[in-house]
């Protein structure tokens, strides 16, 4: 089955500390993977997919096949960056990304 | 950029009534997907819409339907509303079918009572 874990509903850190947010799937082909936010009062938006390899906001994150790992990863955080972040993985066949629970970060002062 | 658009942005309901949710695309895209997002919960996929034909259904019952217009803006149906159906709707559009990166509407908040 398809499907996306993302275990921290909430993580706390300072500013300036690093940040991994964890992602784990279940799939069985060659998965497309995704991160979204969605900062306070906004709409849901696209952060980065693994297949471009770039750097968005401070933020990567390396496709794992291995473990069937997506983490997300920026080494200082930011106040800015407190929001919601989901994890997707694009199954291809069935056209529909499959969504993590979501984990909520918090970046203190 | 004037992003995908929904309408209404929340809507109260009793049990057994029906609902239609309405979405404008951002101009250029063909595809257009649904979305619900349960409190808590990431958002789960209902349909996917492109070029008026049904690409994709999720795991939903037949009280749910959608369509698409020759403009691609698109329409979600709930039929015999339950009040498990009270959550975030999210609409989003896309390019093509195979999904390029999702622009998300800011969602439909329906409750039913």
């Not at chain 1, 906001?57 to 291995?66: I, M, P, Q, V």
Request: net charge positive.
């Amino acid at each position: 089955a398809q499907r996306v874990t993302q275990p921290e509903k909430l993580l706390s850190v300072f500013k300036g500390a690093p940040v991994e947010l964890k992602c784990n799937y279940s799939y069985s082909g060659s998965p497309e993977l995704f991160w979204y936010v969605q900062y306070s009062r906004q709409r849901l938006q696209l952060l980065l997919r693994h297949i471009s390899r770039e750097s968005i906001k401070g933020f990567t994150a390396d496709l794992n096949k291995g473990e069937t790992s997506f983490h997300l990863k920026k080494p200082f955080a930011q106040e800015e960056d407190s929001a919601m972040y989901y994890c997707a993985l694009y199954g291809g066949a069935t056209n529909k990304l499959i969504f993590g629970t979501g984990t909520l970060l918090a970046v203190q002062p | 950029d004037a992003g995908v658009t929904q309408s209404p942005t929340h809507l109260i309901k009793t049990r057994g009534q029906h609902v239609t949710l309405r979405c404008s695309p951002i101009s250029g895209h063909k595809s257009v997907s649904w979305y619900q997002q349960v409190l808590g919960q990431g958002p789960q996929f209902i349909f996917q819409y492109y070029e008026k034909e049904e690409r994709g259904r999720g795991n939903f019952p037949d009280r749910f339907s959608a369509r698409q217009f020759p403009n691609y803006s698109s329409e979600l149906n709930v039929n015999a509303l339950l009040l498990g159906d009270s959550a975030l709707y999210l609409c989003a559009s896309s390019l093509d079918y195979r999904v390029s990166p999702l622009h998300f509407g800011n969602g439909t908040r329906l409750t039913v009572t």
